[in-house]
Nanobody
């Protein structure tokens, strides 16, 4: 059974940092692209960042570019999202997801597996 489990969320003041982790199990996720999405209250889920299976390619939403960094450790089946200079508008539930797709990995519909999410709250 493929499983993704996020951790590292919490409450932080604006300007602070958090590091989200996603632990993958049940499959060889080293061959999957991995992504982070988020959903704020009353809003649709949106793309945040994605990384190719090798880690050689990363993409970011414009809203987080320059502040967030995605990375992965295939030996540990882990994916990370380092979030710096957090803003109140970053408040959301953050989801880790895995895709076998190579292109269009910013699209939610391309993802095959999803975690349950971790709450990130940024206070002003």
């Amino acid at each position: 059974q493929a499983q993704l489990v996020e951790s590292g969320g919490g409450l932080v003041q604006a300007g602070g940092s958090l590091r989200l982790s996603c632990a993958a199990s049940g499959r060889t996720f080293s061959s999957y692209g991995m992504g982070w999405f988020r959903q704020a209250p009353g809003k649709e889920r949106e793309f945040v960042s994605a990384i190719s299976w090798s880690g050689g390619r990363t993409i970011y939403a414009d809203s987080v570019k320059g502040r967030f960094t995605i990375s992965r450790d295939n030996a540990k089946n882990m994916v990370y999202l380092q979030m710096n200079s957090l803003k109140p508008e970053d408040t959301a539930v953050y989801y880790c997801a895995a895709t076998r797709a190579i292109v269009s990995i910013a699209q939610e519909g391309r993802y095959d597996y999803w975690g349950q999410g971790t709450q990130v709250t940024v206070s002003s």
